[in-house]
C-alpha cells in the first residue's frame, strides 16, 4: 500500500505487530489506528487514554467513550469500533480504508454494511518494517542478549551435572529433566527484562524434531538442542540462538555432524548479503550437506537430513520476512535481520542445529551473536 493510502487496524499492540509498530504502546485489548492523509489517531478507552497521551505523543488521541455518546444520542443503541471508523471517516470526508490480511471478517462485513470500502493491502500495511533501524538492531541485539544470558544459566547448570547410572544427568543429587533445564533458562531471561516463551531444551531422538520443545530425563553423551528465543518486555523485539552441547563425550557420528553444520552455518554467512536471493543461500547449505554425505528425505516414515529453512527474518515477530528457504522469492537487503540456523537430524545420532543472528549489510553479514560454540561440555 502507498503511504497516502488510509490506513485502519484493530487489534491489541500487546499480540499484533503491526500495531506495536505503529503506536509504540502495549495495549492488552483491541482498540482503532486510522492513518488518515498520513496523519495517524488512535481510539482509546478511558482506561487507556492519559497513557496514550503520554506514550504515543505522533498519534491524535480520540475518546472511545466520548464517541459512543455520541452515536447514542443519533439513535445508535450499542456502537461498535464498525460505527466509530465509519463516523471518524465521514468527518473527513472518505469512505474506503486499507487493512491487513489478518483483520477480523466479522468487522469488515460491518462496515460494508455502512458503506465504508475495505481493501486488503496485499504487500503489507508496513513494508518497512523489514528494514531494520540502527535503533531497531539495537533493540533485537538488546533481545539477543536476554537469550544469551539464559543459554549462559543452561550451559552453567550442565556442567554442573554428574554422571549417574544409565547416563542420568544428575543435578543437586537430583535428575536433570528438559523441564527443570527450560526453568532455569527461562528465569534467567525474566530477571534480565525478557520474557521466553517454548524454550527448546530437547536431547536425543526428541532433537530430531526441530519444534519439540523437550520433556522427561537428559542423558549424558548425547546432542541436546537448546532454542531460547525470548521477547524483549520493554520493546517487543526478539532475540534468537541455538547451540548444540553434549554433556560427556560426544559419539564419532555426532561430531561429524556437529562440524558439518557449523562448517553448513559458516558457509551461509559468506553467502549472506546485501542482493543475494535467500533460496540461493538455501540451496548452497543444502549442496553442501548432499556433498558431505547427509542426505534429506523420508525414512522410516519420517524425515531426516535438512528438512527446514537455512533462516528467516525477526523483529516484532519471531518470523517475519525474509526467508532463507527452498520455496522464498526474497532478495535480501541491506538492513534486513536474520537467523542463519542450519541443522541436520537423524534418528541414529539425534539432532545438531546452530544458529545466530545476521545483519545484512551491502558488504556481507555482520553476526551479532556473541555466545561460544561448543559441542562437548
Known amino acids: 500500500m502507498k503511504p497516502s493510502d488510509n490506513l485502519l487496524l484493530v487489534a491489541a499492540s500487546e499480540c499484533d505487530a503491526n500495531m506495536l509498530y505503529a503506536v509504540g504502546l502495549f495495549v492488552p485489548d483491541p482498540f482503532i489506528y486510522l492513518r488518515l492523509n498520513g496523519r495517524p489517531l488512535i481510539v482509546m478507552s478511558d482506561l487507556e487514554i492519559d497513557r496514550a497521551r503520554a506514550r504515543a505523543p505522533h498519534c491524535r488521541v480520540l475518546s472511545l467513550s466520548q464517541r459512543q455518546e455520541r452515536l447514542k444520542k443519533r439513535g445508535i443503541k450499542s456502537p461498535g469500533f464498525a460505527h466509530i471508523v465509519h463516523e471518524v471517516l465521514r468527518e473527513r470526508g472518505q469512505r474506503s480504508v486499507c487493512v491487513p490480511g489478518n483483520f477480523p471478517h466479522g468487522l469488515a462485513v460491518e462496515l460494508e454494511h455502512l458503506h465504508v470500502r475495505v481493501k486488503v493491502a496485499r504487500d503489507g500495511v508496513f513494508p518497512e518494517r523489514e528494514l531494520k533501524t540502527p535503533d531497531e538492531v539495537k533493540k533485537i541485539s538488546a533481545a539477543l542478549a536476554m537469550a544469551e544470558v539464559g543459554m549462559a544459566e543452561a550451559m552453567q547448570v550442565l556442567r554442573r551435572t554428574k554422571i549417574g547410572r544409565n547416563r542420568q544427568l544428575l543435578h543437586h543429587g537430583s535428575p536433570l529433566t528438559s523441564e527443570k533445564l527450560r526453568a532455569v533458562i527461562d528465569t534467567a531471561i525474566t530477571q534480565a527484562g525478557g520474557l521466553a516463551a517454548h524454550t527448546i531444551v530437547a536431547g536425543g531422538l526428541q532433537g530430531c524434531d526441530p519444534h519439540e520443545s523437550g520433556h522427561g530425563q537428559l542423558r549424558a553423551n548425547e546432542p541436546i538442542i537448546l532454542d531460547i528465543f525470548p521477547r524483549s518486555q520493554k520493546t517487543g523485539y526478539f532475540g534468537d540462538i541455538t547451540r548444540t552441547v553434549v ?20 558457509l551461509a554467512f559468506e553467502r549472506v548479503r546485501a542482493d543475494t536471493h535467500g533460496k540461493k543461500v538455501h540451496e548452497a ?42 520455496t522464498t522469492t526474497a532478495t535480501l537487503q541491506a538492513g534486513h535481520v536474520v537467523t542463519v540456523e542450519p541443522g541436520l537430524y537423524y534418528p541414529g545420532i539425534g539432532g545438531v542445529r546452530l544458529e545466530d543472528m545476521a545483519l545484512v549489510q551491502a558488504s556481507g553479514a555482520r553476526n551479532l551473536t556473541r555466545f561460544e560454540k561448543v559441542l562437548e561440555i
Open 285 to 326: 547449505v543444502q549442496e553442501f550437506f548432499e556433498s558431505e554425505g547427509f542426505k534429506t528425505g523420508k525414512r522410516n516414515g519420517r524425515m531426516q537430513g535438512f528438512f527446514h529453512g537455512t533462516g528467516h527474518g525477526l523483529g516484532l515477530e519471531i518470523h517475519e520476512a525474509p526467508r532463507m528457504s527452498a
Open 247 to 266: 554433556r560427556g563425550r560426544a559419539s564419532q557420528a555426532a561430531w561429524r555432524l556437529y562440524e558439518t553444520v557449523r562448517r553448513g552455518q559458516q
